[in-house]
């Protein structure tokens, strides 16, 4: 890497500094996180390399510190998560002295005290979720309002279990970062991507709604799984959530997800997803190859990716799009 200025991002919401001082640190972390201040213990000097992408109200960075460094915010406005991927850092929280490594993970709740101190050498990963977000989420999942902030448990294991799973998602999100063809930088599966961060967050760490999360759901009943079937007919290119249609049925993401594994038989995207290709279909058999390409009718039916798009039609079909497309009408 070459230290110095930025690498231009070519997709919108991503930020690339390759070493930066300690001025220009401040100015990039108070775009991304809560208005910080930044320390230098050792009297030394700091080079902080950044990489930042934002995916609506989620935030995802990787900071490298070259030099040990303090950073305190007097209040957070939202939802924080640290994943050391190097080094240790080593924050307040409540009044006590906490520690994060590779194997364990600091989080920060809104109306927090940040203050962490990072040691030389050291990288993180960093996480920030819009307080509406996480919670809207929260009560998404439940199918009832909850009462925020969530109190978050200040660290959190990573070696194992949900948390293990958590973080691989979070890291993965970093990888994608430098691939201008990625599809985190496609709206459909931002979306996704950031719902699930979300929901995985909330299933990984302990607060006091996480029994009732991870409690067995109630089955939705079958009215309200028919009103979320009925949408996913009139609409099935719209870039439905499973959230979108769980308020459509009006119960809960947990409760529509088990209504439809009990009354039809699969999972609510799974279904919309066969749907889909049905009505793909069906537009490629009606088509003429002059004048009808696969990608076009792909799209049309709201399929983003067109690779996985054509393995999924041929293990339904048993052929491919295009293969489709040439029969004879």
């Not at 640290?82 to 006590?96: E, F, K, N, Y």
């Not at 919309?272 to 009718?297: C, S």
Request: with cysteine.
């Amino acid at each position: 890497m070459v230290d110095g200025p930025a690498r231009t991002p070519s997709v919108p919401g991503t930020v690339y500094f390759d070493s930066v001082d300690v001025v220009r640190a401040r100015e990039i972390l108070n775009r991304f996180y809560p208005p910080m201040s930044i320390g230098i213990p050792d009297g030394g000097e700091l080079k902080l390399g950044v990489e930042m992408i934002q995916l609506g109200p989620l935030t995802v960075g990787h900071l490298t510190f070259e030099g040990s460094a303090t950073l305190v915010s007097p209040q957070t406005e939202a939802y924080h998560v640290t994943l050391p991927t190097a080094g240790l850092v080593r924050a307040r929280r409540d009044g006590r002295e906490i520690t994060a490594t590779p194997a364990t993970a600091l989080a920060f709740r809104p109306g927090d005290r940040m203050h962490t101190r990072h040691e030389p050498h050291s990288a993180e990963i960093d996480v920030r979720i819009e307080q509406w977000a996480l919670e809207s989420e929260l009560a998404g999942l439940l199918g009832h309002p909850v009462e925020g902030p969530i109190d978050l448990a200040p660290t959190f294991d990573l070696t194992g279990g949900p948390a293990y799973s958590w973080s691989r998602l979070v890291r993965l999100l970093h990888d994608e970062l430098e691939h201008e063809t990625s599809l985190i930088h496609q709206p459909l599966i931002a979306e996704q991507l950031c719902s699930s961060v979300l929901s995985g967050l909330l299933l990984s760490v302990p607060h006091r709604y996480h029994q009732e999360l991870v409690s067995p759901a109630g089955s939705g009943p079958p009215r309200a799984v028919q009103r979320a079937v009925e949408a996913i007919h009139e609409e099935p290119e719209r870039a439905f959530t499973v959230r979108d249609l769980a308020r459509i049925a009006g119960v809960s993401v947990r409760s529509l997800q088990e209504g439809f594994r009990r009354h039809v038989g699969c999972a609510p995207m799974t279904y919309l997803q066969q749907l889909r290709l049905n009505r793909v279909r069906e537009t490629l058999l009606e088509g003429d190859p002059a004048r009808v390409t696969v990608a076009a009718v792909a799209h049309r039916w709201g399929f983003a990716h067109l690779g996985r798009f054509a393995s999924a039609y041929r293990e339904r079909f048993g052929e491919s799009p295009s293969e489709t497309l040439r029969q004879p009408g």
